[in-house]
């Protein structure tokens, strides 16, 4: 079934330490996307793709990178996590329909950094 | 920069009542702009843009360009309709999108 998969769902760790955000879509989308959004609180760009090879920072400044070797995947890396970090990150793909573009979000993995 | 103003935190009404989640935006050139929605424990999904004129779910919004408004109107609410609203633009030529802080409709019965 054609979808965007993120994982994981929610994960807790240790100040310092290097997580991977995984997120996977199976709709043939060039456009990927992540969007930050801390409880409460409005979402926010922080990295785009819109092909292999093509990364761009969003309006958000991160400490995050992302990197797009396959169209399908478009991991999150965070080197050294701090509690700054806590957050929701949510992965989203698109597909430049005829009548605009169309946006489809994962379902977001949930942060904690303690 | 743009930016998408949703006023109202919290909006609560009665089933069968009408409702009208307010967005404005903030945007020098002409946007795209669009209404998305989380229902509990789902994930953000499109409910509709202004740019296909659609009517989803009974709600509708129209682009008012001189108030640069775009409001989510139903006349009658739902006790379905409860979730979490974003209003979100995307600039011309773009396909990145800037949201709202959103709005939580409460429909009681």
């Known amino acids: 079934e054609a979808d965007i998969y993120q994982t994981p769902r929610y994960l807790v760790i240790g100040t310092g330490k290097k997580i991977t955000l995984e997120c996977s879509q199976t709709?043939?989308?060039?456009?990927m996307y992540w969007y930050q959004q801390d409880p409460g609180m409005e979402l926010h760009l922080i990295h785009y793709s819109y092909g292999v090879n093509s990364t761009e920072k969003g309006d958000l400044s991160s400490e995050s990178t992302v990197s797009r070797i396959r169209t399908e995947h478009f991991p999150l890396t965070l080197e050294s996590a701090r509690p700054s970090h806590t957050s929701q990150y949510l992965c989203?793909?698109?597909?430049?329909?005829?009548?605009?573009?169309?946006?489809?979000f994962g379902e977001g993995s949930w942060l904690t950094v303690v | 920069a743009q930016r998408v103003t949703q006023p109202e935190k919290l909006l609560s009404v009665f089933k069968g009542a009408p409702v009208e989640l307010k967005c404005n935006y903030s945007?020098?050139?002409?946007?795209?702009l669009f209404w998305y929605v989380q229902y509990s424990r789902q994930r953000l999904q499109l409910l509709l843009r202004?740019?296909s004129r659609e009517s989803i779910k009974g709600f509708t919004a129209d682009l008012n360009k001189g108030e640069t408004s775009f409001h989510l109107k139903k006349p009658f609410a739902q006790e379905e309709d409860s979730a979490m609203y974003y209003c979100?633009?995307?600039?011309?030529?773009?396909?990145?999108?800037?949201f709202g802080k959103g709005t939580m409709l409460l429909v009681s019965p």
């Open positions: 709709m043939g989308h060039d456009k």
């Open positions: 989203a793909s698109s597909d430049p329909g005829g009548l605009g573009n169309t946006i489809y």
């Open positions: 202004h740019i």
């Open positions: 945007y020098s050139g002409s946007p795209e």
């Open positions: 979100a633009l995307s600039r011309t030529g773009y396909s990145t999108l800037t």
